[in-house]
């Protein structure tokens, strides 16, 4: 993430309603196509979420802060994945070494 992504960021951030797009590229001061470019990488990356809205007459769109966490993230515990997304082993969870170690990746004690 560049400098002037963590500034748009940090602006959506601190609206709790968000922050319409054409305020925040003049907020920014760049042009609304970079402001698109950003926002569009900000979309892809779940941390932002945008609906179309009309204020005064002028179409345009409402961007607010998600938090920023991909659903995935929460299947990762140090730097292991979740052992039980596509296992096809027998499962007696209480027994299975992968979902040990894994849990013990959360920082819980078994
Ligand atoms: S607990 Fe172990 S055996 Fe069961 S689904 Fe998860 S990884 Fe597979």
């Given at each position: 993430m560049d400098e002037i992504e963590e500034r748009?960021?940090?602006l959506i951030r601190r609206s709790s309603d968000g922050i319409l797009q054409n305020q925040l590229?003049?907020?920014?001061?760049?042009?609304?196509?970079r402001c698109t470019r950003i926002i569009r990488r900000l979309l892809d990356?779940?941390?932002?979420?945008?609906?179309?809205v009309v204020v005064d007459g002028i179409r345009t769109y409402r961007i607010r802060f998600t938090g920023g966490t991909r659903k995935f993230e929460l299947l990762i515990a140090g730097n292991l994945f979740d052992p039980c997304v596509g296992c096809i082993?027998?499962?007696?969870?209480?027994?299975c070494?992968?979902?040990?170690?894994?849990?013990?990746?959360?920082?819980?004690?078994?």
């Open positions: 748009a960021l940090k590229w003049k907020e920014l001061e760049i042009d609304s196509r990356a779940a941390m932002v979420e945008r609906e179309s082993d027998e499962c007696k969870p209480h027994r070494a992968q979902l040990n170690k894994w849990i013990r990746g959360l920082g819980a004690e078994l």
